[in-house]
């Protein structure tokens, strides 16, 4: 039996602790709830920045692998141009231009900053082709002035050699 100590509970009293455990049940389980499904959304929101990431990285990759193609070609026609083998330099200088044109295209402004080591050699390219540029036509300068030199010591050979010829020599009138 129950004690004078005890204090009998009436029916409001357990409907009030029975909605008072319903009404915490609902909070904590609601809190939890919450809690897992911001783990999963942040899952998701984690693994879509990777899938990004891992995007961009392939793509930074597959542009490497073309400016690499793209760069080695340039340098083979860069060491003909140096070469002075090609048939028409100006028409070698502009294709050369153009392919650095094109590989710049091909890094576009944001993969600059990826490809750094592309980006200082295509800026580096365009001085070195009109220095190039330069000494082709400083040559082509001193070929011809060497030309004309030789052209000069020629003639001048063939008027020594003709004056070295004596006049009396081939005299046929009568003698004295």
Known sequence: MSTSREKKLNKSDVRLGIWKFILSFIILSAISFIAVFFFFKSYD????????????????????NLLHTHIDSIY?????YDSDKAYNDNYLRTYILDNVREAQEIMGADSA??????????????????????????SAKQQIAIRDVQECQGKSNQINNK???????KFTGRRR
Do not use: F, W
């Open 113 to 138: 900053t990826n490809l750094k080591h592309y980006a200082v050699l295509m800026q580096k390219i365009k001085p070195m082709l009109n220095l190039k540029s330069q000494i082709v036509t400083v």
């Open 45 to 64: 929101r984690q693994l879509a920045g990777v899938d990004d990431e891992v995007r961009a990285y392939r793509d930074l990759l597959i542009r490497d």
């Open 163 to 169: 004056m070295k010829i004596d006049p009396t020599r």
């Open 76 to 80: 083979a026609r860069m060491e003909l």
